[in-house]
Structures are given as C-alpha cells and as structure tokens.
C-alpha cells in the first residue's frame, strides 16, 4: 500500500466509482456557498445589533439628561424661592431700619440689612447658575433629541434593508441546504461519511487538490506511488499532514 491514508470506500474493497470525487467537489462548493451566506447573515445580524444597541444608548442618555434637567429645575426653584424670602426680608429689615430711635439702634439695623442684601446677592448669583443649568440641560436634551430623530430614521432605514437582506439570505441558505441534501443521497456513503468527518476537523474546505506533487493545502510532497493513485480517482487518499482528501486536477 502507497504511503499516506488511503480510503477503500465498500465493504468488499471494491474502489469507489469515478465520479465521487466529482460529486465531493461539488458538494464542497455548495458547502461554501452555505457557509458564505451564513458569515454574511452573522455579519448583518450583528450590524443590526450594533444599530439597535446605539439607539438603546441613546435613549438611556435621554433619560439622564430628562432627570439632570429636574434636578437643575428643582434648584431653580428652590433658588427663586430662596431670592423671594431674601427680597421680603431685606424689605422689612430697611422699613424697620426707618424706625430707630438711637445711633445704637441704627448701627444694629444697618448691619442686620447689610447681611440680608449680601445674601440676597448670593442667592441671586445662585439663581442665575441654576438659570444656565437649567438651559444648559435643555439645550443638551434638545440637541440628543434631535440626534435621536435623525438616527431613528437614518437606522430605521437601514434596519428594515438588513432585514430584508437577511430575509433573502435565510432564504437562499435553506435552498442551498436542499440541493445539499440530494447532492449528498448521491455520493458513495463511505465517501461522504469520509468528506463530512473532514469537514468537521476543519474551518475551511476538505478536499484540496494535487499540486505538482505536493499537497493544495499544507504543500506537503506527496510519494510519487501516492501520486498515482490518487490520479486513478478510484480511491480516497487523506493528507497524512493536514488531513484534506487530496483529488487530481486537469
């Protein structure tokens, strides 16, 4: 026996019939069809992912910026509530100022309206920072709305055409498989248990050609006796390297 594995395909050792190897080659070309289409869909999916995620990241930023925006308001109004009680009691103080019977009386009253206008301007400059928080978040919010709108079209847009596309994938996948299954009920059993076992084992094809003597694949010679039978087509050889079934060319 010529060195390498070589596969005698029927229980009688009688050799396999001279298109088997046809029939595998082109069982392996449905094979990448299927496969192509099936990284094409695994592509689309994930870009619909991508898509549908970025919008769920936005939106969850529209809420952020909904609860900022009620908090700088809720300032807003403590501040103007705050200004209001300080207008009311700088009012009073100078009206009581008004009063005063005595230089004692005075001084007291001028410091008591002194320390109301001071924190009266320090709750006015707290309300003008709350003011332009609170339009600060609005503008934020309403510029993250408007992007909202123009993406929920833009990837509206194209989430509809990835489902389109991966509707007709879907489609062409399950008649790929059909013609898949009768191409294989046409193939020698021993041949296509031998192709699928290959195929598992492996991320790309399972048959590889013989290229002036060495392997298609892992370019490993191949001994000259090998090489003959592996010509005569009537028997499956396997690279005793990296385990492709090595076929003939023209």
């Not at 807003?76 to 100078?94: D, F, I, M, P, S």
């Not at 006015?124 to 709108?149: C, F, K, P, V, Y």
């Not at 009537?234 to 060319?249: K, Q």
């Given at each position: ?18 298109n088997?190897?046809e ?37 969850k ?11 700088v ?48 301007e ?9 003011m ?65 076992m ?5 991320a ?47």
């Amino acid at each position: 026996m010529p060195e390498g594995r070589v596969i005698r395909l029927s229980e009688d050792g009688e050799e396999m019939e001279g298109n088997t190897v046809e029939s595998l080659l082109q069982l392996q070309e449905i094979d990448a069809l299927i496969v192509d289409r099936q990284a094409r869909l695994a592509a689309l999916r994930a870009e619909s992912e991508q898509l549908v995620a970025e919008l769920e990241e936005l939106e969850k930023k529209t809420v952020v910026l909904n609860g900022r925006l009620e908090e700088v308001e809720g300032e807003l109004r403590h501040a103007e509530r705050t200004v209001q009680a300080g207008r009311e009691t700088l009012k009073r103080l100078q009206a009581r100022a008004q009063e005063v019977h005595n230089m004692r009386e005075h001084t007291a009253a001028r410091a008591e309206v002194d320390a109301a206008r001071q924190n009266l301007e320090a709750g006015e400059d707290e309300l003008l920072d709350a003011m332009q928080d609170q339009e600060t978040a609005r503008s934020a919010l309403s510029e993250l709305e408007g992007d909202i709108a123009s993406r929920q079209q833009e990837y509206g847009e194209r989430l509809e055409d990835l489902d389109a596309e991966r509707r007709r994938l879907d489609e062409e996948i399950a008649i790929e498989l059909d013609r898949r299954s009768n191409r294989a009920l046409r193939i020698d059993e021993r041949a296509r248990v031998m192709y699928d076992m290959v195929r598992r084992g492996r991320a790309d094809s399972p048959l590889a050609p013989l290229v002036e003597g060495v392997c298609g694949h892992c370019y490993t010679a191949i001994p000259l006796q090998t090489q003959q039978v592996i010509r005569a087509g009537r028997v499956l050889v396997v690279c005793e390297t990296c385990g492709v079934i090595l076929h003939a060319v023209d």
